[in-house]
């Protein structure tokens, strides 16, 4: 079911998560900090600290809400660029988090993945060295993309795709049990995003 949902009502609910939680996290740190001084005040009040310890464990529990959000929040973003949804000149909230997410991808993310995938192609003679993704195996075509995300404009969908295929962990995961193509078709699909090929 959860498929059938539309990736901007996803980037709306995670929003509206994340800003909740942030607030409540905000509340609670400040009663918290208020219950340290209390503890700090009566040391013998056992009623103090078990709040002030309820308080601090409430805050954990919703910057954890936080960050899950945020997760789903990018994932919904990443979904909408991938179906090639443009924001244009909207200023709706849907819009705005696929710019900053596109921000995100074509800036900071794009230069560690640039450093990720060479650090892979390095990898290709060395079956065991630790952090070895199945990536490795193909390093001409990750020296290509290299090359093709120092571009002064890349499209966001091959960064996303790239991002998935260096952290996603087992070659099955991979491979044709999940997507019906190889790891080379997949790579090669990012490289013809880079050259402004179709999706």
Same mark, same amino acid.
């Given at each position: !079911?959860?498929g059938l949902?539309?990736?901007?009502s996803?980037? &709306?609910?995670?929003?509206? @998560?994340?800003?909740?939680?942030?607030?409540?996290?905000?509340?609670?740190?400040?009663?918290? +900090?208020?219950?340290?001084?209390?503890?700090?005040?009566?040391?013998?009040?056992?009623?103090? &600290?078990?709040?002030?310890?309820?308080?601090a464990? +409430?805050?954990v529990?919703?910057?954890?809400w936080? $960050?899950v959000?945020?997760?789903? &929040?990018?994932?919904?973003?990443?979904?909408?660029? $991938?179906?090639?949804?443009?924001?244009?000149?909207?200023?709706?909230?849907?819009?705005?988090?696929?710019?900053?997410r596109?921000?995100q991808?074509?800036?900071?993310?794009?230069?560690?993945?640039?450093?990720?995938i060479?650090y892979q192609a390095?990898?290709?003679?060395?079956?065991? +060295?630790?952090? @070895?993704?199945?990536?490795? @195996?193909h390093?001409?075509? &990750?020296?290509?993309?290299?090359?093709? !995300?120092?571009?002064a404009?890349?499209?966001? @969908?091959a960064?996303?795709?790239?991002?998935r295929?260096?952290?996603?962990p087992?070659?099955?995961t991979?491979?044709?049990?999940?997507?019906?193509r190889? $790891?080379?078709q997949?790579? =090669?699909?990012? =490289?013809s995003?880079?050259?402004?090929?179709?999706?």
């Amino acid at each position: !079911m959860a498929g059938l949902v539309w990736p901007g009502s996803e980037v &709306l609910s995670a929003a509206d @998560r994340q800003r909740t939680a942030l607030r409540q996290a905000g509340a609670l740190a400040a009663f918290t +900090a208020t219950g340290l001084g209390w503890v700090a005040v009566a040391r013998a009040d056992s009623l103090a &600290l078990v709040v002030t310890i309820l308080a601090a464990a +409430a805050l954990v529990v919703e910057l954890a809400w936080a $960050l899950v959000a945020r997760e789903r &929040l990018l994932r919904g973003a990443d979904e909408l660029i $991938l179906a090639g949804f443009r924001p244009g000149d909207r200023d709706d909230r849907i819009s705005a988090a696929v710019r900053r997410r596109t921000a995100q991808l074509c800036g900071s993310r794009r230069r560690d993945l640039v450093a990720q995938i060479r650090y892979q192609a390095t990898l290709a003679g060395a079956p065991h +060295a630790p952090l @070895r993704a199945p990536v490795a @195996r193909h390093p001409a075509l &990750l020296e290509r993309i290299a090359a093709g !995300m120092g571009d002064a404009q890349v499209d966001p @969908r091959a960064v996303i795709l790239l991002c998935r295929l260096v952290t996603e962990p087992a070659p099955e995961t991979i491979g044709r049990l999940r997507t019906g193509r190889t $790891l080379e078709q997949r790579l =090669l699909e990012v =490289l013809s995003l880079l050259h402004g090929g179709p999706a």
